[in-house]
């Protein structure tokens, strides 16, 4: 097997060769290659120290020397370079007490996670998989290097990767590791929220964020997302809904662009549903004010889960509005364009889409061609160049002081009403029309708002 090596890895290996080290490609690089795969960057392992290692190239940062990685600089790229290790004990489920160096690229593969994850290569010597790597790939199945049990004690994180992993590379998971997994789900406990963010994030936003229900099999969104539990534990009897909200939610998920804001406001949308369940008297069931309920819960879950404060702001956003089923009329438009924002809307578009494949097929159509028609207005509105904030209107703050009103609130509650005039007709956004229409109008203006 050949596997086209990128020129800074071709230099990085070809130098520790000529200084009489042996080196090699490691990991999701070489896995990726395999799968014809574009590797998201390329990591190198080594038998040199991470002092030999330093001697060897001019240019390095010492990014976690502790464990024997050191950051090579071949012009404007940078590539890991580590030293053969073994760990010793992790105590913390996350990492070694101890590392210890070898000289042994077989004790160095043994202490990776997965088999797929720990082949090797270089030019000379083609591939080196001890650990059934390539068998693995090829019967499409996330398997653990030597024992389950020992590589998730290590690190307790490997449990939520091999969902992620299965997801991305639509892989099953070898029977020995899921039952691994399901007896240690309880360790992800132990894990920082952030890294349990990114390993979910990856997964969610994979070509099967539907695998999430692999991670609820084995007890793991019990300890991660336990609002996702409770969906799942919630049936939908209703003429609209085929699945329990939990089901819906991975469904719907399926049929939304791979965007992180997009598929997070997906998988929480009805969070909210379990708290509002209603029955009526024939049976079936209502969640009134749940998208109010959910955001609630989407924040507690994303604060828990240290996001970052502008997509919590999104996905708040696009969870409180995902039922906003708007008519086709140009002014209710204009209007959810400005409460819901430009950047947003056509997310908020892809949520109700989506939400709407989730569902039953019960008035699937009518509600597809709601949406289309109002993508077309949308569209239309914005090519025209409707006024849908404050910067867009013909008069600012300035033309106000020129009036004479004295700077402070007034201004804003005058422009605001300005506004919400021309939100329902674009044709006064003029200042020939705005600046009289604000001074007649003044007084009730600023005593009403």
Same mark, same amino acid.
């Given at each position: 097997?050949?596997? /086209? ?10 130098s ?5 080290f ?5 990991g999701? #690089? ?23 290692i ?14 024997g990685?050191?950051t ?17 004990a ?10 210890t ?39 499409k ?42 007896d ?5 406990q ?10 979910l ?8 964020p ?15 997302l ?33 965007? /992180? ?14 708290? #509002?369940?209603?029955m009526?008297t ?20 994303m604060?828990?889960?240290k ?6 702001? /999104? ?46 097929e ?5 509600r ?14 914005? /090519? ?15 033309d ?30 003029t ?14 203006i600023?005593?009403?708002?």
């Amino acid at each position: 097997m050949k596997i /086209k090596l990128p020129a800074t890895v071709k230099i990085i290996l070809d130098s520790l060769h000529a200084h009489g080290f042996e080196a090699y490609a490691v990991g999701g #690089c070489v896995r990726d290659s395999i799968l014809n795969r574009e590797p998201d960057d390329w990591d190198i392992t080594t038998s040199a120290l991470p002092h030999q290692i330093k001697q060897v190239f001019q240019r390095t940062v010492d990014t976690g020397i502790a464990h024997g990685t050191v950051t090579v600089l071949v012009g404007s790229r940078a590539c890991e370079v580590t030293t053969y290790r073994i760990d010793g004990a992790y105590s913390d489920s996350r990492h070694p007490d101890s590392v210890t160096f070898t000289s042994k690229l077989g004790e160095d593969l043994l202490r990776r996670d997965f088999t797929i994850n720990a082949m090797a290569y270089n030019e000379e010597e083609g591939l080196i998989d001890l650990y059934g790597g390539m068998r693995d790939l090829q019967r499409k199945k996330i398997c653990c290097v030597g024992n389950a049990s020992d590589r998730f004690r290590e690190d307790a994180l490997r449990i939520l990767r091999a969902v992620r992993f299965s997801a991305q590379l639509h892989f099953g998971i070898d029977r020995l590791t899921a039952l691994a997994m399901m007896d240690q789900a309880s360790n992800l406990q132990h894990i920082s929220a952030e890294r349990i963010c990114s390993e979910l994030v990856k997964l969610i936003c994979s070509d099967h964020p539907e695998y999430l229900r692999v991670a609820y099999e084995a007890g793991i969104t019990r300890v991660i997302l336990p609002e996702f539990d409770a969906m799942m534990q919630t049936p939908q009897n209703s003429p609209y809904h085929i699945y329990n909200v939990g089901d819906h939610t991975l469904t719907a998920m399926q049929h939304t662009r791979k965007d /992180k804001v997009v598929r997070l406001a997906m998988l929480l949308h009805d969070a909210g549903k379990p708290s #509002c369940k209603r029955m009526d008297t024939y049976g079936y069931d209502h969640f009134p004010d749940h998208a109010e309920a959910g955001v609630k819960i989407a924040d507690d879950t994303m604060r828990r889960l240290k996001l970052d404060n502008d997509t919590m702001h /999104k996905v708040r956003t696009l969870i409180l509005y995902h039922d906003w089923w708007m008519k086709a009329d140009e002014k209710e438009i204009r209007r959810a364009l400005h409460t819901v924002g430009k950047e947003l809307f056509p997310f908020l578009l892809d949520i109700q889409q989506a939400d709407t494949m989730g569902k039953s097929e019960y008035r699937r159509d009518e509600r597809l061609r709601r949406i289309a028609q109002v993508a077309r207005y949308a569209a239309d509105i914005l /090519k025209r160049g409707d006024a849908i904030d404050l910067k867009d209107l013909a008069i600012g703050g300035d033309d106000l002081l020129a009036m004479g009103i004295p700077a402070g609130a007034e201004i804003g509650k005058l422009l605001s009403a300005a506004l919400d005039l021309v939100l329902d007709d674009p044709a006064k956004n003029t200042r020939e029309y705005l600046l009289p229409y604000l001074k007649n109008h003044r007084n009730v203006i600023v005593n009403d708002l």
